[in-house]
T-cell receptor, first 109, second 116 residues
Framework: TQLLEQSPQFLSIQEGENLTVYCNSS?????LQWYRQEPGEGPVLLVT?????EVKKLKRLTFQFGDARKDSSLHITAAQPGDTGLYLC?????????FGKGTSLLVTP | GAVVSQHPSWVICKSGTSVKIECRSL??????MFWYRQFPKQSLMLMAT?????????EQGVEKDKFLINHASLTLSTLTVTSAHPEDSSFYIC????????????FGAGSRLTVL
């Protein structure tokens, strides 16, 4: 199993602030995915990054895949309380999807 | 879009009893289904991979005799927690893929198991 390390583990910020979450591995991934999960629900796919150096934007969220395809980042601009949740990066080992430990984000008004 | 349904969404049982959780793909045939376990404030840990009509492949450290997985059809996989104990209390989530090897998984909403 290829390990994915996420940082920070917890993040509490005020509405309007920017933040970046990191996902790192010593292994190369053909693709990485980012999910968001709310309490009591299953994770919801936000984005899949495939190409080294790729940048994808989803409204205020910007996702980047490292050139060597070993790491990825998620940047949120002007965070809102609705962004509160658990953010998970995940990569495939074979055809099974393995998750990082997650970043729990709390955005307060 | 692809939808995966889990049932029950929550269950409370007494220690020593067995509990079955169902995972159904509602609008597609799932060649492969995955079962995850999530403890509070932690990430999802892959328990096992099941392919229709064959035995499940369990991750290291997961007891196959305790967590029985059956994938009898292309739309249904079941996870049975046998002789449940309080330490088995967790959030169990399944996911399904239409095509083995395709990097597209659809997740269920999860099943919360509480063992008293």
């Amino acid at each position: 199993t290829q390990l994915l390390e996420q940082s920070p583990q917890f993040l509490s910020i005020q509405e309007g602030e920017n933040l970046t979450v990191y996902c790192n591995s010593s292994s190369v991934f053909s693709s990485l995915q980012w999910y968001r999960q709310e309490p009591g629900e299953g994770p919801v796919l936000l984005v899949t990054v495939v190409t080294g150096g790729e940048v994808k934007k989803l409204k205020r969220l910007t996702f980047q895949f490292g050139d060597a395809r070993k790491d990825s980042s998620l940047h949120i601009t002007a965070a809102q309380p609705g962004d509160t949740g658990l953010y998970l990066c995940a990569g495939f080992s074979g055809y099974a999807l393995n998750f990082g430990k997650g970043t729990s984000l709390l955005v307060t008004p | 879009g692809a939808v995966v349904s889990q049932h029950p969404s929550w269950v409370i049982c007494k220690s020593g009893t067995s509990v079955k959780i169902e995972c159904r793909s509602l609008d597609f045939q799932a060649t492969t289904m995955f079962w995850y376990r999530q403890f509070p404030k932690q990430s999802l840990m892959l328990m096992a991979t099941s392919n229709e009509g064959s035995k499940a492949t369990y991750e290291q450290g997961v007891e196959k005799d305790k967590f029985l997985i059956n994938h009898a059809s292309l739309t249904l996989s079941t996870l049975t927690v046998t002789s449940a104990h309080p330490e088995d209390s967790s959030f169990y989530i399944c996911s399904a893929t239409r095509i083995s090897g395709a990097n597209v998984l659809t997740f269920g909403a999860g099943s919360r198991l509480t063992v008293l």
